[in-house]
């Protein structure tokens, strides 16, 4: 039984119990609405606490029922019960009131929260509006401006600002149950307030709801719930309770079957999955208490303040004193900078940076748990750190490279403890960006594998595991879309219409103003390998540029031009002049964004689906999490493999045969046609 009810004197206690969240499923909402019922009719009882058993008050809807028809009782019934329950229910809130859950708080008479409690309605992250009157009772408690920064933002508060803002009625120090029982002993024979339901919002001053849809639709672009949230409050704030609720449950219903609510739900249950593989599950990954970066430039410094800002001490470890001096002042200067746009405060700057040491000694790295290379990208001086590592670390300390590009096999070699070796990519900003690939090679150990995700984990990273191959899933994929950019390029698109498209899109960033805040010459570096290799890249414009020094903002010069060290593009008249140079003539023909969508991303899903064939990345959906979360592909719409799902695959493999005809893409591969064929890609990777 979810629900227990016991006594204490004439007080009530309701305890949920429904590991591991206490999520509201079919059978605890039942339990809730019979205990409401049960309760009133029981003379010995004065007064309703509602407290969670575990960890966790009730976080939210249950997982299991999403997406599913939903069955009776429903939560707004549910909450309505409680609401209009003969006695005062108190709702005993610690850990997480999440959704449905704060929702079934905002139904009792008053809330009490441990001060660690956080309370939030983040339905709009995956789509939706609340839908058990959230949009209709929290505007009616805190007032219009909160509850369009709760709902609308989705970001949960916690127990000080909920109770600055008359969210939560008292934060409790000591024991939560003690204090609400007393709470609830407190408040019998007093005169009450009045239901939620039965008070109006406070009105609010001219222009308010035009303002706010503005400043939400900004913030959202194209993605539709927020502003859906933001109508929910409207009319909350302007019609009846009944009819505000009749229009939050309609919003709430549509939205549930949207495409975008699917793409988050599905982004969603892919982050469950990479963030605990079941591949790793039941295999304890080692103790990461302690550990060292080497080389301290652009990525060791964001790899050392993600450490920091996770609370493990840190030792940064360069080639000499003045590189450790340069290093460090790298990793300063992220504090600091957070520290400026309001994000951390000087003191937790200071803290965060006095738990990094650094040194050229490696001998310092005797007792470190896990030790992160972040040199130059050069098999030489990385198997040279490696070397020394084998020789000064514990033999069970992981040893983890951040390599690009350079085989991973071949870093290893002479590894002394070869299995506790693996590659551990970051993406740039590292202290930022949510995406860790996780690279074994054939010797790394099983619980170094589950030492990486747990690290992931610590660090609020999106584990994904690549196989070897030249640039893993995400950089392998980049070449595509560079390459795809240029061929667009060449066949009559110019750079501000593909970018502009790619904005439409969804994306951040269309690639060439992203390769010119990058920089041309990294790519440009690759390629000479590669060339080297017998490969043989495509990208006769970027390599022309290259040649002529324009490196992308930096040079002042790039895809665009940037007047006077400035970082605003104009389009350039030197890149026309190569583009036309270089192309035939022949294949332009007119663009417009949605065929330039088309002809960027679904030759993404080609090689997504060849990555997946070659056993590079074990999922479709983590494909999707490395375009989401290294490269900013919108989460709404899922990543390109969801989102060629839901276009249909036979359509995507006709599109691809058009480009590839007019020798502006390859064509579909033998992945994409199998997947096709076995209609998803799951499907096709079972087969
Ligand atoms: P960087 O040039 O900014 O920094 C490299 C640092 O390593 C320098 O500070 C250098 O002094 C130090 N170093 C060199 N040899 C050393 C040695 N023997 N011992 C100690 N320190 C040494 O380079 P970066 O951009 O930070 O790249 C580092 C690694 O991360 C490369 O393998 C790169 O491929 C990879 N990477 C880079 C990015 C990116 O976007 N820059 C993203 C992911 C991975």
């Known amino acids: 039984m979810p629900v227990v009810i016991a006594r204490e004197g004439r007080i009530a206690v309701v305890t949920i119990d429904n590991p591991p969240v206490n999520a509201l499923s079919q059978a605890l909402r039942q339990d809730l609405f019979d205990a409401a019922e049960s309760l009133d009719g029981d003379g010995d009882v004065d007064a309703v606490v509602l407290i969670c058993a575990g960890r966790t008050f009730i976080a939210g809807a249950d997982v299991n029922e999403f997406g599913k028809p939903p069955q009776p009782p429903h939560l707004p019934d549910v909450v309505s019960r409680v609401e209009r329950a003969a006695k005062p229910w108190i709702a005993a809130v610690h850990g997480s009131a999440l959704g449905g859950g704060l929702e079934v708080a905002l139904g009792c008479r008053f809330r009490v929260a441990t001060a660690s409690a956080s309370l939030g309605l983040p339905e709009v992250k995956l789509g939706l509006v609340p839908g058990a009157g959230g949009t209709v009772r929290l505007p009616r408690l805190v007032g219009a401006a ?25 934060v409790v120090d000591g024991d939560l149950r003690s204090f609400a029982v007393e709470f609830a002993q407190d408040v019998v024979g007093k005169p009450l307030p009045r239901p939620i339901a039965d008070r109006a919002v406070a009105a609010v001053g001219d222009g308010f709801w035009e303002a706010a849809e503005k400043t939400v639709g900004a913030k959202a672009k194209r993605e539709i719930a927020p502003l859906r949230a933001l109508a929910c409050l409207r009319k909350a704030s302007e019609a009846s309770f009944d009819a505000a609720m009749a229009f939050e449950r309609e919003t709430f219903l549509e939205l549930r079957g949207s495409p975008q609510a699917a793409a988050l739900r599905h982004v969603f249950f892919a982050e469950r999955a990479a963030s605990r593989p079941a591949e790793l599950a039941g295999i304890a990954s080692r103790d990461i ?25 840190v030792i940064l470890i360069e080639r ?19 520290v400026k746009r309001g994000r951390l405060t000087a003191e937790a700057a200071a803290a965060r940076m006095a738990g990094v040491s650094g040194g050229d000694d490696y001998r310092l790295l005797a007792d470190t748990d896990l030790v992160i290379e972040a040199v130059f990208e050069d098999l030489a001086v990385k198997h040279a750190v490696f070397a020394t590592l084998s020789a000064v670390c514990r033999p069970n300390a992981v040893l983890a490279t951040n390599t690009s590009y350079l085989d991973p096999e071949r870093i290893g070699e002479g590894i002394a403890g070869p299995e506790r070796f693996l590659g551990l990519h970051f993406f740039s ?7 860790l690939e996780i690279v074994p090679t054939a010797a790394t150990a099983p619980d170094v594998l589950a030492t990486g995700s747990a690290l992931a984990r610590l660090l609020g990273k999106i584990p994904v595991r690549a196989g ?18 240029e061929r667009l390029l060449l066949s009559g698109a110019t750079p501000a219409a593909v970018d502009a498209a790619m904005r439409a899109f969804g994306l951040p960033m ?36 290259c040649e002529m020094g324009r490196f992308g903002q930096k040079a002042g010069a790039g895809w665009y031009d940037y007047a006077d060290g400035g970082r605003t593009p104009s389009p350039s008249p030197v890149v026309e002049q190569v583009v036309a140079e270089l192309g035939d003539g022949k294949t332009r023909r007119h663009w417009d964004e949605a065929s330039i969508a088309d002809a960027i991303i679904l030759p993404v899903v080609n090689e997504g689906a060849a990555i997946l064939r070659d056993g590079v990345a074990l999922r479709p959906a983590d494909i999707d999490l490395v375009k989401i979360h290294g490269y900013g592909f919108p989460r709404w719409r899922g990543g390109p493999m969801h989102h060629a799902e839901q276009r249909g695959l036979q359509a995507v493999v006709e599109i691809l045969r058009q480009l590839a005809d007019e020798g502006l893409a390859d064509p579909p591969g033998q992945g994409l046609l199998q997947a096709a064929a076995a209609g998803d890609f799951s499907s096709a990777l079972a087969q």
């Open 146 to 170: 909160a509850a369009v920064e709760m709902v609308t933002g989705g970001a949960p508060v916690d127990a000080r600002k909920a109770a600055a803002m008359g969210l939560v009625d008292h």
């Open 289 to 313: 208490r302690s550990a060292a970066v080497i080389g301290g430039g652009t990525m060791g410094a964001g790899i050392a303040a993600a450490l920091r800002d996770a609370g493990l001490p």
């Open 320 to 338: 000499d004193t003045a590189a450790v001096e340069r290093g460090l002042a790298n990793i300063r200067g992220i504090f600091d900078a957070a």
């Open 429 to 435: 900003p590292a202290q930022v960006m949510k995406l």
């Open 468 to 485: 070897i191959c030249d640039g893993f899933i995400g950089n392998r994929i980049l070449k595509v879309t560079r390459a795809q950019a």
């Open 510 to 545: 269309g690639p060439f103003e992203a390769q010119d805040l990058g920089g041309l010459d990294i790519a440009a570096f690759q390629r000479q390998a590669a060339r080297a290799r017998g490969e043989t890249p495509f990208a006769p414009v970027a390599d022309r540029l």
